[in-house]
Nanobody
Framework: VQLQASGGGLVQPGGSLRLSCTTSGFIFSVNTMRWYRQAPGKQREWVAAITSRGTTSYSASVKGRFTISRDNAKNTVYLQMNSLNSEGTAVYYC?????????WGQGTQVTVSS
């Protein structure tokens, strides 16, 4: 199982970014996919999830600004982030579970700064 996150970078407050997580090694279409983030000096926190049926859920801090989506044909999950603020500065990780094991991408850095 491999997950590779990309799309991070430097963005101004109020700006947008779209993260991607490409995957391999498992049947992507049947797995719930999640995004987490870890800000400097803080614990990793859950951000969003999307089930195999496309049902989405979000943490209260990003609801209404972030959108998680998936493309089963490309084995890829996305995180569209709008109206970014300083709290968005973090390393973002994609995640899935397979047979009780947790799998993480390597993380992609998002920095929100003027």
């Amino acid at each position: 199982v491999q997950l590779q996150a990309s799309g991070g970078g430097l963005v101004q407050p109020g700006g947008s970014l779209r993260l991607s997580c490409t995957t391999s090694g498992f049947i992507f279409s049947v797995n719930t996919m999640r995004w987490y983030r870890q800000a400097p000096g803080k614990q990793r926190e859950w951000v969003a999830a999307i089930t195999s049926r496309g049902t989405t859920s979000y943490s209260a801090s990003v609801k209404g600004r972030f959108t998680i989506s998936r493309d089963n044909a490309k084995n890829t999950v996305y995180l569209q982030m709008n109206s970014l603020n300083s709290e968005g500065t973090a390393v973002y990780y994609c995640h899935t579970q397979q047979r009780g094991y947790n799998y993480w991408g390597q993380g992609t850095q998002v920095t929100v700064s003027s």
